[in-house]
Structures are given as structure tokens and as C-alpha cells.
């Protein structure tokens, strides 16, 4: 079970790596996946949070200046949560907190990252 969970993962990482349209920002939506990868595993399961996803979500957040910025970081974990299968929004929102930073948003499946 745990490795078909894993391939799903890496799957649906690759899928989101190759579909993701690049927005103009200095931050790209194959870096964001990269830095939030660690994530998704307490987003489905819960559990225990990896430290690589606290300092993935903390280097986001200092990579993110710009309003471009912010704007396409919210469309790619938008559009990449979208594609992952048991995706749990508000576990999801409960990492800022447990890691110690921010996000500007709380992701739901309505969001507007235009604002």
C-alpha cells in the first residue's frame, strides 16, 4: 500500500512538473513543486510533517517578493493540489501553522489568485 501511495505521489509530481503553465514571475511552478513535494504526504495521510516541507514552504515564502510572485505560487499550488487524489484542503491549510510561517491564502478548490 505504501508503495503504490509513493508512485501515485511521484506520479502526480511529474505530472504537475510537465502541466503547469509558467505565469511571468521570477518563481516557477516546477521550483514550487520542488520546494512542496516533501508536503504532500501530510496533505493526504496526516501525520507526522516533514521537516523538508516546513523549510520548503519557508523558502517559498522568501522566494516570493512580487505580487507576480505571490499570484503564480497560488495558481501552481492551486492547480497541482487540484491533480492530487485525496488531497485533504484543510490539512493542507493547517501547515503554515505547524511549520511556523505563512501564506498569504488558504487553498480551496475556488480560490482566486487574482486578488
Not at 8 to 13: E, K, N, T, Y
Not at 99 to 113: A, F, I, M, N, V
Request: hydrophobic share 40%.
Amino acid at each position: 500500500m505504501a508503495r503504490c501511495a509513493a508512485a501515485v505521489l511521484v506520479a502526480v509530481v511529474v505530472a504537475m512538473l510537465m502541466a503547469t503553465p509558467h505565469i511571468n514571475a521570477t518563481i516557477s511552478c516546477e521550483q514550487v513543486v520542488i520546494w512542496l513535494t516533501p508536503c504532500i504526504s501530510y496533505g493526504i495521510f496526516g501525520g507526522k510533517v516533514a521537516p523538508e516541507c516546513c523549510s520548503g514552504m519557508k523558502a517559498l515564502n522568501a522566494a516570493a517578493n512580487t505580487t507576480a510572485d505571490h499570484r503564480s505560487q497560488c495558481q501552481c499550488v492551486k492547480e497541482g493540489a487540484a491533480r492530487i487524489p485525496g488531497l485533504n484542503y484543510t490539512k493542507v491549510n493547517e501547515l503554515p501553522d505547524i511549520c511556523g510561517t505563512r501564506c498569504p491564502y488558504r487553498l480551496t478548490t475556488d480560490l482566486d489568485c487574482s486578488k
